[in-house]
């Protein structure tokens, strides 16, 4: 008999021999690892057939109106030289890149210093986005576990993953490339634009894979997206830190390296390589961390807790914000930090603007006592923009605990509906108007420090506040959506993008007034150039208590995701 036979005999009843032919082992690990990759890949680019081409088409077309912006305001050479002047400060360098860009002053140098770093943020978010959701996530809700358990490889997920997020960023890359070059503007040349497209596309790539480590470490896909959002912020802290002055501290930074191709000015192409080459290593050791630790579980042991539990967890409002305090903690710090950075240059306002006449005159229709205020009044806009994004977040965490199975066994106990989804909601509520006064307080202090003027401290700080009922109308919608459509609840990510492009981008691209009527943020009064007025916020905050009214009514009317 042979040791190792190929094939089976059965002898069936009639005295006939079937021969039942073995399954032979897979020939080659790596084909073994990988299995399945095609076909999940696929899967992913299905699943996010609306989320990428959103993502990516509003990073472009955001880019190209910018582009498109700058060239109206820096039109001629003494506007350009002008900005430059402006800019060649620490605070200026701090909020832009590094001080060579200045040498040669031309749109697209200052598309490239003024953007490259803030938009590196965004596009790392996307990718981060891209890895967590494809990867932890699937085991979060045991759907990888399934899968897995046909002829799935163990490194197919991962490698799936990556691969969609190297073919988002790589498509950016190129619609950046081809629409920048043909807007046909001086100093925006093919070459620089395909520099400046691929540039997104190797920073995206590297903080996809600086994902693939973090998806390792935690069980959670919040926790993984965390981590991987805490390098991009540390990665732009340590941009801004050594354009101030130490530039080797820049070189600490991906961010740093992708501004360092001096693009439209040198067009050095090999920091692109150096980001490649950190992404490959990165990549390498998610894959090979991946396989030290079990499907759902993460290389970080979960942490023994205390045998009894504290007061605040035997109350739904406390439980909430126990599952909301990483998040929270994680933009408050951002929000503070940001405000200190644009409060730092609120003092070079008025040589900031100085001959740009869009920018002059939507500062002059805005009205104020200076430039300083007015200017403020533009800035308050990001910051309440950047809050609502943790509101949304916020807004849509019981859909997540929903679609995790993890509402169920609440609810099922003596916890009402209209409680659990309340703790959450205000829970976001209150979080968002923190947010908004820290980032009102740094922006103050920073604000009144670089001005002289001592009593703009606590009119920033109120001009924050009144930002707090139009975040309220964004975690309504947010409810209202989660109640009666639990599947399109992705929609409340409008508010903030549509904030963004209509009330600050708008004012300067000459959008029609009623655009900004349709939006929340439109409706605040623009303190502290102007005068208070209550009656749009009462308005505003009557409208989100409509919302999560109607969104609880909703959420009662309807069967509960089970699993």
Same mark, same amino acid.
């Given at each position: 008999?042979?040791?190792?036979?190929?094939?089976?005999?059965?002898?069936?009843?009639?005295?006939?021999?079937?021969?039942?032919?073995?399954?032979?082992?897979?020939?080659?690990?790596?084909?073994?690892?990988?299995?399945?990759?095609?076909?999940?890949?696929?899967?992913?680019?299905?699943?996010?057939?609306?989320?990428?081409?959103?993502?990516?088409?509003?990073?472009?077309?955001?880019?190209?109106?910018?582009?498109?912006?700058?060239?109206?305001?820096?039109?001629?050479?003494?506007?350009?030289?002008?900005?430059?002047?402006?800019?060649?400060?620490?605070?200026?360098?701090?909020?832009?890149?590094?001080?060579?860009?200045?040498?040669?002053?031309?749109?697209?140098?200052?598309?490239?210093?003024?953007?490259?770093?803030?938009?590196?943020?965004?596009?790392?978010?996307?990718?981060?986005?891209?890895?967590?959701?494809?990867?932890?996530?699937?085991?979060?809700?045991?759907?990888?576990?399934?899968?897995?358990?046909?002829?799935?490889?163990?490194?197919?997920?991962?490698?799936?993953?990556?691969?969609?997020?190297?073919?988002?960023?790589?498509?950016?890359?190129?619609?950046?490339?081809?629409?920048?070059?043909?807007?046909?503007?001086?100093?925006?040349?093919?070459?620089?634009?395909?520099?400046?497209?691929?540039?997104?596309?190797?920073?995206?790539?590297?903080?996809?894979?600086?994902?693939?480590?973090?998806?390792?470490?935690?069980?959670?896909?919040?926790?993984?997206?965390?981590?991987?959002?805490?390098?991009?912020?540390?990665?732009?802290?340590?941009?801004?830190?050594?354009?101030?002055?130490?530039?080797?501290?820049?070189?600490?930074?991906?961010?740093?390296?992708?501004?360092?191709?001096?693009?439209?000015?040198?067009?050095?192409?090999?920091?692109?390589?150096?980001?490649?080459?950190?992404?490959?290593?990165?990549?390498?050791?998610?894959?090979?961390?991946?396989?030290?630790?079990?499907?759902?579980?993460?290389?970080?042991?979960?942490?023994?807790?205390?045998?009894?539990?504290?007061?605040?967890?035997?109350?739904?409002?406390?439980?909430?914000?126990?599952?909301?305090?990483?998040?929270?903690?994680?933009?408050?710090?951002?929000?503070?930090?940001?405000?200190?950075?644009?409060?730092?240059?609120?003092?070079?306002?008025?040589?900031?603007?100085?001959?740009?006449?869009?920018?002059?005159?939507?500062?002059?229709?805005?009205? $104020? &006592?200076?430039? @300083?205020?007015?200017? %403020?009044?533009? !800035?308050? +806009?990001? =910051? #309440? *923009?950047?809050?609502?994004?943790?509101?949304?977040?916020?807004?849509?965490?019981?859909?997540?605990?929903?679609?995790?199975?993890?509402?169920?066994?609440?609810?099922?106990?003596?916890?009402?509906?209209?409680?659990?989804?309340?703790?959450?909601?205000?829970?976001?509520?209150?979080?968002?108007?923190?947010?908004?006064?820290?980032?009102?307080?740094?922006?103050?202090?920073?604000?009144?420090?670089?001005?002289?003027?001592?009593?703009?401290?606590?009119?920033?700080? $109120? &001009?924050?506040? @009144?930002?707090?009922? %139009?975040?309220? !109308?964004? +975690?309504? =919608? #947010? *409810?209202?959506?989660?109640?009666?459509?639990?599947?399109?609840?992705?929609?409340?990510?409008?508010?903030?993008?549509?904030?963004?492009?209509?009330?600050?981008?708008?004012?300067?691209?000459?959008?029609?007034?009623?655009?900004?009527?349709?939006?929340?943020?439109?409706?605040?009064?623009?303190?502290?150039?102007?005068?208070?007025?209550?009656?749009?916020?009462?308005?505003?905050?009557?409208?989100?208590?409509?919302?999560?009214?109607?969104?609880?009514?909703?959420?009662?009317?309807?069967?509960?995701?089970?699993?």
């Amino acid at each position: 008999m042979s040791a190792t036979p190929s094939a089976t005999n059965d002898t069936g009843t009639a005295g006939t021999t079937k021969t039942r032919p073995t399954v032979s082992p897979r020939t080659s690990e790596g084909a073994s690892v990988l299995a399945g990759t095609r076909t999940l890949f696929r899967f992913a680019l299905r699943r996010d057939r609306v989320r990428l081409p959103v993502w990516v088409l509003a990073l472009f077309l955001g880019t190209i109106s910018s582009v498109s912006s700058l060239d109206t305001s820096y039109g001629t050479a003494k506007k350009r030289a002008d900005i430059a002047e402006t800019m060649d400060s620490p605070a200026g360098l701090a909020m832009t890149g590094p001080k060579h860009y200045l040498d040669d002053y031309n749109i697209g140098s200052i598309t490239a210093h003024q953007m490259l770093g803030f938009t590196a943020v965004l596009v790392g978010i996307m990718s981060v986005l891209i890895i967590s959701r494809h990867t932890r996530a699937e085991e979060e809700t045991n759907r990888a576990e399934l899968v897995r358990s046909g002829v799935v490889g163990r490194h197919a997920y991962l490698a799936a993953a990556l691969a969609v997020a190297v073919v988002a960023n790589l498509a950016l890359g190129l619609l950046l490339a081809g629409g920048m070059a043909g807007m046909g503007i001086d100093g925006v040349d093919g070459q620089g634009s395909l520099l400046y497209g691929l540039a997104h596309t190797a920073i995206g790539i590297f903080f996809a894979a600086v994902a693939a480590i973090t998806v390792q470490i935690t069980a959670y896909a919040r926790g993984a997206s965390g981590m991987a959002m805490a390098v991009i912020g540390a990665a732009y802290a340590l941009r801004a830190a050594g354009d101030v002055g130490n530039d080797w501290v820049s070189w600490l930074s991906p961010i740093g390296w992708i501004q360092r191709t001096y693009v439209f000015v040198d067009n050095r192409w090999w920091p692109l390589l150096l980001v490649l080459v950190a992404a490959a290593a990165c990549a390498a050791a998610g894959f090979v961390l991946s396989t030290r630790r079990d499907v759902g579980a993460g290389l970080k042991a979960a942490r023994l807790g205390s045998p009894v539990g504290s007061e605040g967890l035997t109350s739904p409002l406390g439980f909430a914000l126990r599952l909301h305090r990483g998040l929270l903690a994680g933009f408050g710090g951002g929000a503070l930090l940001l405000g200190v950075m644009y409060g730092s240059i609120l003092g070079d306002a008025e040589e900031m603007i100085e001959g740009i006449g869009e920018l002059e005159d939507q500062l002059a229709e805005i009205g $104020g &006592a200076n430039v @300083a205020e007015s200017f %403020a009044t533009v !800035v308050m +806009i990001v =910051l #309440a *923009v950047v809050c609502s994004i943790y509101v949304v977040m916020a807004g849509l965490r019981p859909r997540a605990e929903e679609s995790a199975g993890r509402a169920e066994p609440l609810l099922s106990t003596a916890l009402s509906r209209d409680r659990w989804v309340l703790s959450h909601t205000l829970v976001g509520a209150v979080g968002g108007t923190v947010l908004i006064l820290l980032a009102g307080i740094g922006f103050g202090a920073a604000g009144a420090a670089s001005t002289g003027d001592g009593g703009l401290f606590l009119r920033l700080v $109120g &001009a924050a506040l @009144a930002f707090a009922p %139009a975040l309220w !109308v964004t +975690i309504g =919608l #947010a *409810v209202a959506l989660f109640g009666w459509f639990p599947r399109a609840v992705t929609l409340a990510w409008v508010v903030p993008v549509y904030g963004f492009v209509v009330d600050y981008l708008g004012e300067i691209l000459k959008f029609p007034d009623i655009l900004s009527d349709l939006s929340p943020f439109g409706h605040v009064p623009q303190l502290p150039a102007q005068d208070m007025s209550w009656p749009p916020l009462l308005v505003l905050t009557a409208i989100a208590v409509g919302l999560v009214w109607l969104g609880l009514v909703g959420f009662r009317r309807r069967d509960l995701e089970t699993k």
